[in-house]
Structure formats: structure tokens, C-alpha cells
Nanobody
Framework: QVQLVESGGGLVQPGGSLRLSCAAF????????MAWYRQAPGKQRELVAA???????NYADSVKGRFTISRENAKSTVYLQMNTAKPEETAVYYCFARVGLTSYWGQGTQVTVSS
């Protein structure tokens, strides 16, 4: 069983930066595939960024060059650094983990990009 706890959401101005964190509570975090998803009101949940156990990353085209996903295995934590945020990126951001064939979701953290 894995528990994921997100933090760092809040209000950010357009063009601003925010860093989300996701702490994982479980065994062998270094083996987890981790990702961030987001869901805006009335829209489907979409993949934002992902990172494998060996540190390979993948990004949605819309965030490439602005967002960075990283992991700190010693702290069992994955991060999402959001730069040059846009109003249309207002959404609930969810942490995701896959361990073997089992997937886990965090409770989500609200990010609002607005002036």
C-alpha cells in the first residue's frame, strides 16, 4: 500500500512559479514510476509530467520547457516545478504512482493561476 500526499498548491500570478511536492509513504520508493496529472473544471484528467525509477522524464507538449519533474529518493518525494504559469493551467494537480501493476493517486492540490 502506498499513500501519496501533495503539497505546495495555491495561487500564483500568470508568469509566476510554483513548486508542488508529493511525499510517498510506502516501501521502495526508488522503484516507483511517478507522475503528475491535472484536471481542470469540466475537463478530463491529463498527464502533465512523468519520471521513471531511473530518472527518465516525459512531459506534455504544453508544459515542455516550463515545467520540471524531479524526484528525491532519499526523501521519497517527487516535485513539479512550474514556471511561467498560465491561467489555463488552473486545475487540481494529482500525484500518481505505479508500483508493479498497482496504481495510486494522491488527494490532489489546487493550483490557481490568476492575477
Amino acid at each position: 500500500q502506498v499513500q501519496l500526499v501533495e503539497s505546495g498548491g495555491g495561487l500564483v500570478q500568470p508568469g509566476g512559479s510554483l513548486r508542488l511536492s508529493c511525499a510517498a509513504f510506502g516501501r521502495s520508493f526508488s522503484n516507483y514510476f511517478m507522475a503528475w496529472y491535472r484536471q481542470a473544471p469540466g475537463k478530463q484528467r491529463e498527464l502533465v509530467a512523468a519520471i521513471t525509477s531511473i530518472g527518465s522524464t516525459n512531459y506534455a507538449d504544453s508544459v515542455k520547457g516550463r515545467f520540471t519533474i524531479s524526484r528525491e529518493n532519499a526523501k521519497s518525494t517527487v516535485y513539479l516545478q512550474m514556471n511561467t504559469a498560465k491561467p489555463e493551467e488552473t486545475a487540481v494537480y494529482y500525484c500518481f504512482a505505479r508500483v508493479g501493476l498497482t496504481s495510486y493517486w494522491g488527494q490532489g492540490t489546487q493550483v490557481t493561476v490568476s492575477s
